[in-house]
């Protein structure tokens, strides 16, 4: 039990499919966050909610569109996605503070296929 | 920007073996740095962290100094073991009021008997 936890682990989707990637949290965080793993990349900060609130969209298309109803859940829907969003999906939450770095902690990550 | 630059792997080693994988940043500021580990079908674990020049972290016989002089966050262990076959991360971290990581390409170790 990692503390975070998404689902599905794995995903195949056509590009004309929508689905949705779903996280959450049992750590009492207040920030959450989606990164995308490509093979020989560095992770790639897509989203961040801070209290609910979107704080940070990294130049991520439209075809990635995040929600968070509430500070333990975050999802990310998908919308007639490209052969190269196929990828490992990760969650991550934290407690964001003022005063200290808090470090990340991640889902086991959502392996996403388009095909 | 901030960026951080890792050893290309994959890493080789047999059992026992001491370990260094060399990680090198470059920030504005004055970061947090971060190794994070990922295993095989796993997310990414945090292994250790420091805060502030000097400081050394350590954790499951890891080890990583921040060298602001060098600007430098070295990971090192010395007898690996085959269970600590994974992908290791460095990363660092802004003083905004998320933590933003910014991470390295990560490098493959590779252990074996």
């Known amino acids: 039990e990692t503390g975070v936890t998404q689902t599905p682990r794995h995903l195949v989707m056509g590009m004309t499919n929508k689905k949705s990637l779903k996280c959450e949290q049992h750590l009492g965080h207040n920030a959450m966050y989606w990164y995308k793993q490509s093979a020989k990349k560095p992770l790639e900060l897509m989203f961040v909610y801070n209290f609910k609130e979107q704080t940070e969209n990294n130049s991520v298309p439209s075809r990635f569109s995040p929600e968070c109803p509430n500070s333990s859940h975050l999802f990310l829907h998908l919308h007639t996605l490209q052969p190269e969003d196929s990828a490992l999906y990760l969650c991550?939450?934290?407690?964001?503070?003022?005063?200290?770095?808090?470090?990340?902690?991640f889902g086991n990550g959502t392996r996403l296929t388009v095909t | 920007g901030d960026s951080v630059t890792q050893m290309e792997g994959p890493v080789t080693l047999s059992e026992e073996a001491f370990l260094t994988i060399n990680c090198t940043y470059t920030?504005?500021?004055?970061?947090?740095l971060f190794w994070y580990v990922q295993y095989p079908g796993e997310g990414l674990q945090l292994l250790l962290k420091a805060t502030k020049a000097d400081d050394k972290g350590s954790n499951k016989g890891f080890e990583a100094t921040y060298r602001k002089e060098t600007t430098s966050f070295h990971l090192e262990k010395g007898s690996v073991q085959v269970s600590d076959s994974a992908v290791y991360f460095c990363?660092?971290?802004?003083?905004?009021?998320?933590?933003?990581?910014?991470f390295g390409t990560g490098t493959r170790l590779q252990v074996t008997l």
């Open positions: 991550a939450s934290s407690q964001a503070s003022r005063r200290t770095i808090s470090p990340l902690h």
């Open positions: 920030a504005t500021g004055y970061p947090s």
């Open positions: 990363a660092l971290s802004d003083t905004g009021t998320a933590s933003k990581l910014t």
